[in-house]
């Protein structure tokens, strides 16, 4: 046989002792993790625990705060939002001048603008019951701004007399009424109700986007909205536009701004000027911030003191490891095999449980829960620090074992 061959079975059974080397060693790792059933499950609970309190109160702090824009997210068939310039967030709208509208649409770029009203009404229920309403009007010739989704009827049905849409949850929440076996009654396409004593009919249910204020809306036409709203000077408080073509939203926002002095953003700067007005002045981001904190910290406490005191109890094993020639190199693979594994199992089950709740607040309608792919990016780097620093300092303990240890009795 050639030289060349030899060193060629040489180095491929060299391999393979490696190979079964670590193969068994990282058996006799995962062995070790597992006989101690309590500390083991105990580790799973800390990076559980701390892995659902981090995805769901994320997911609740980006639901809540996105909310706040809501009402921008409905409106898809425009490119800019023309206000007072000093209008904060989309909550807070002010009245622009009659002659508003015209001047915008004589900007170049302008393809067509059209008028909005939005504003918090008082309305008189069936029983003589009164809610606080969001009144949506919305241009009566195109219907642009109008809702998306229809569930019952249609937008065109506002043309009749005194005609309303209704938002679903709305309808089948505060503005139900109670029935004589106190059950509650959804309000439906045909009830009626009085605004400002002015006679509404609901003529159709819509879907809309949930809002901070999280007030029942109900959307009719411009004109009608005017009417219902308490007589002022001045009651149109949004314009939307639509640029012509090859003009973007960008370019016709900065040209409105210019010509007209008025505000005018894009519905994405909108959306972020909503947002950050809420993440600003409230205490939102401190309130689910500390409670995500909270959650790191109770699980790396959780998980490090547990993972410490299994490392103890199991330090004559290491020991006999060191004994026979394992390395520390390879007993800190052997220690983070251990962290990998509940880390991986214990950030499974706190992501399946954050998302089971959020599956079900989905359902329910009730809770602000919008889980995207950055609450498990952020939640997967926290456990992997958890597990690591975890497992850093069992190595340590290990590390500064004699190989003697197992000849003590």
Known sequence: MEASSIISVVEQALKTAVTSKETVVNFVALRMLVGDRAKYLGMIFGVTFAAFLMVQQGSIFWGLLSRTAGFITDQRQHDV??????????????????????????????????????????????????????????????????????????????????????????????????????????????????????????????????????????????????????????????????????????????????????????????WWKTFWFFFKNTGIPINFGMSVALGFLVGAAIVGQTFYQFTADNIRHFGALKAMGTGNFRILGMVMLQAILVGVKGYGLGVGLASLLGWRAGVNGNLAFRMTEWHLIYTAVAVLLIISLSALLSVVKIFRTEPAIVFRG
């Open 81 to 270: 939002w023309v206000t007072e310039p000093d209008v904060r967030f989309v909550d807070d709208p002010k009245p622009l001048p009659d002659t508003a509208l015209s001047r915008i649409r004589g900007v170049n770029g302008v393809k067509w603008a059209v008028p909005l009203y939005k504003g918090l009404l008082s309305a008189r229920l069936p029983g003589d019951r009164f809610e606080q309403v969001q009144v949506i009007g919305i241009d009566e010739g195109t219907f642009i701004g109008g809702p998306m989704e229809m569930v019952e009827g249609s937008l065109t049905d506002l043309r009749k007399a005194d005609a309303v849409i209704v938002e679903e949850s709305g309808a089948k929440g505060r503005l139900a009424r109670i029935g004589a076996g106190g059950e509650s009654i959804p309000l439906k396409v045909g009830d009626t109700l009085e605004i400002n004593d002015r006679r509404a009919v609901v003529v159709g249910v819509c879907r809309l986007s949930r809002t901070f204020v999280n007030q029942p809306a109900l959307v009719t036409t411009y004109t009608r909205a005017t009417q219902y709203a308490p007589s002022q000077r001045r009651l149109m408080n949004f314009i939307l536009a639509k640029a012509d073509a090859g003009i973007t939203p960008d370019e016709l926002a900065t040209r409105i701004t210019k010509t007209t002095g008025l505000g005018a953003y894009t519905s994405e700067v909108f």
